[in-house]
């Protein structure tokens, strides 16, 4: 009986699966010693696919020796090249943002005041949209020129192109995504900031640690006593405004820091609050995504400061009113009252919100014949329409917000 059991098939499969088992183990042992014990590299299955693989390499080489023809006498080999040794990267403390399209007549100026900063810890990053005129090459030349002559501190640029048209937003967005920067500085391309401009900047943001975004005193480039915005406050109508606007400068809002958003074409905001938030709404394409930015950390509990002596000079009209402006502000403000303003503010000022939005749709109409007045109101009707896709964002935005009703309140202006 026992010499049957021991001899039966079962005993026999079982001997032959632990003398498999052995040859495996010591063919994994020996394979360990070559691979460093690496489990993908020892395993028999992914072995054999090696094995596989070597030959047809061996074959491949085999082809390429039988192919190989000598150089003739005739060949020169082409000089060796040096290069520098490779530098640590140092992060920037303020990465300047600069977004372009078609700006190559305000861009002298603009890289001549920034190669005349005081304050020198900071890069700066073009992020041009497709632009057609030679935007590029110009600061490709300036950087190269600034090289030559001040090869001690030369202005850092790094420039990003698209190859298609995106717009300002997505553009702003696209450089914070590679800045260096602990801080991200804002400046459209028709400003001119003055000699101290970021280190004012600088001493803000370290000066005023609850604030996330710092807001620049912008000035008429034309008219450099009258002032563009000392700050953007909001309504309780929904409305962002200007503070100060087409106002002569005589220092009477110096001594007033608390503002609720900065103007982009000259603001900072901190690296670590700008990636919680997302960046820009993209959705916005231009106008108000400063504003809609801004709304968004202040319901997570930042602050927004004015700095007076961060000054630069903006060319715009006092006349002001395109037809892009007057449609994108149209729909973007609808937009931005739709995701961020709570339900218990919105709610509780929804008659004053509908009365401002009813006043500009019937000054537009009013002005029918006019090309802005036509423009503003295709944006309100925009705005409505898009509401769906806000309101799904609103789900995503209120349930992080830090300021109750109360708080918020208090920051907004009647």
């Given at each position: 009986?026992?010499?049957?059991?021991?001899?039966?098939?079962?005993?026999?499969?079982?001997?032959?699966?632990?003398?498999?088992?052995?040859?495996?183990?010591?063919?994994?042992?020996?394979?360990?010693?070559?691979?460093?014990?690496?489990?993908?590299?020892?395993?028999?299955?992914?072995?054999?696919?090696?094995?596989?693989?070597?030959?047809v390499m061996r074959h491949s080489?085999?082809?390429?020796?039988?192919?190989?023809?000598?150089?003739?006498?005739?060949?020169?080999?082409?000089?060796?090249?040096?290069?520098?040794?490779?530098?640590?990267?140092?992060?920037?403390?303020?990465s300047v943002i600069i977004p372009?399209?078609?700006?190559?007549?305000?861009?002298?100026?603009?890289?001549?005041?920034?190669?005349?900063?005081?304050?020198?810890?900071?890069?700066?990053?073009?992020?041009?949209?497709?632009?057609?005129?030679?935007?590029?090459?110009?600061?490709?030349?300036?950087?190269?020129?600034?090289?030559?002559?001040?090869?001690?501190?030369?202005?850092?640029?790094?420039?990003?192109?698209?190859?298609?048209?995106?717009?300002?937003?997505?553009?702003?967005?696209?450089?914070?995504?590679?800045?260096?920067?602990?801080?991200?500085?804002?400046?459209?391309?028709?400003?001119?900031?003055?000699?101290?401009?970021?280190?004012?900047?600088?001493?803000?943001?370290?000066?005023?640690?609850?604030?996330?975004?710092?807001?620049?005193?912008?000035?008429?480039?034309?008219?450099?006593?009258?002032?563009?915005?000392?700050?953007?406050?909001?309504?309780?109508?929904?409305?962002?405004?200007?503070?100060?606007?087409?106002?002569?400068?005589?220092?009477?809002?110096?001594?007033?820091?608390?503002?609720?958003?900065?103007?982009?074409?000259?603001?900072?905001?901190?690296?670590?609050?700008?990636?919680?938030?997302?960046?820009?709404?993209?959705?916005?394409?231009?106008?108000?995504?400063?504003?809609?930015?801004?709304?968004?950390?202040?319901?997570?509990?930042?602050?927004?400061?004015?700095?007076?002596?961060?000054?630069?000079?903006?060319?715009?009209?006092?006349?002001?009113?395109?037809?892009?402006?007057?449609?994108?502000?149209?729909?973007?403000?609808?937009?931005?009252?739709?995701?961020?303003?709570?339900?218990?503010?919105?709610?509780?000022?929804?008659?004053?919100?509908?009365?401002?939005?009813?006043?500009?749709?019937?000054?537009?109409?009013?002005?029918?014949?006019?090309?802005?007045?036509?423009?503003?109101?295709?944006?309100?009707?925009?705005?409505?329409?898009?509401?769906?896709?806000?309101?799904?964002?609103?789900?995503?935005?209120?349930?992080?917000?830090?300021?109750?009703?109360?708080?918020?309140?208090?920051?907004?202006?009647?």
């Amino acid at each position: 009986m026992s010499d049957q059991s021991s001899n039966s098939p079962k005993r026999k499969s079982a001997k032959k699966r632990a003398v498999q088992r052995e040859q495996g183990q010591a063919k994994v042992a020996a394979g360990a010693k070559n691979t460093r014990s690496n489990p993908v590299v020892a395993d028999e299955t992914y072995g054999d696919l090696r094995q596989d693989n070597r030959v047809v390499m061996r074959h491949s080489i085999a082809l390429n020796i039988d192919n190989f023809k000598p150089a003739s006498d005739d060949f020169v080999p082409r000089a060796t090249q040096t290069y520098p040794p490779l530098q640590d990267a140092h992060a920037p403390f303020l990465s300047v943002i600069i977004p372009n399209y078609n700006g190559r007549r305000f861009l002298p100026a603009l890289f001549s005041a920034l190669q005349a900063q005081t304050f020198a810890d900071f890069e700066v990053l073009l992020a041009d949209d497709a632009s057609t005129d030679d935007s590029v090459a110009f600061v490709e030349q300036f950087v190269q020129n600034a090289q030559e002559q001040n090869a001690a501190s030369p202005l850092t640029v790094r420039i990003l192109v698209n190859r298609r048209n995106v717009g300002f937003v997505s553009s702003c967005n696209m450089a914070a995504d590679v800045a260096r920067g602990r801080v991200l500085v804002l400046l459209n391309n028709d400003t001119e900031p003055e000699s101290t401009w970021l280190a004012e900047l600088a001493r803000a943001i370290c000066t005023n640690p609850q604030a996330g975004i710092i807001s620049s005193k912008v000035l008429l480039f034309d008219e450099r006593t009258r002032l563009h915005t000392a700050g953007d406050m909001m309504g309780l109508n929904g409305l962002p405004r200007n503070r100060g606007v087409w106002e002569t400068d005589h220092g009477q809002y110096d001594h007033a820091p608390t503002i609720f958003s900065g103007s982009g074409c000259g603001a900072a905001i901190r690296k670590d609050l700008w990636d919680s938030l997302g960046g820009f709404d993209e959705d916005f394409w231009m106008y108000l995504e400063d504003v809609d930015l801004a709304f968004r950390a202040q319901l997570l509990g930042w602050e927004a400061c004015f700095a007076p002596t961060a000054r630069l000079y903006h060319h715009l009209s006092a006349s002001g009113g395109d037809t892009l402006s007057s449609f994108y502000v149209g729909r973007n403000t609808i937009w931005t009252i739709a995701k961020n303003m709570p339900r218990g503010l919105l709610l509780r000022n929804l008659p004053t919100i509908v009365t401002a939005q009813l006043q500009i749709a019937l000054e537009a109409l009013r002005n029918i014949r006019g090309e802005a007045a036509r423009a503003r109101l295709w944006g309100q009707l925009a705005g409505l329409a898009g509401l769906p896709r806000q309101l799904r964002k609103r789900r995503l935005i209120q349930p992080r917000r830090v300021l109750d009703d109360a708080e918020l309140r208090a920051r907004l202006v009647d």
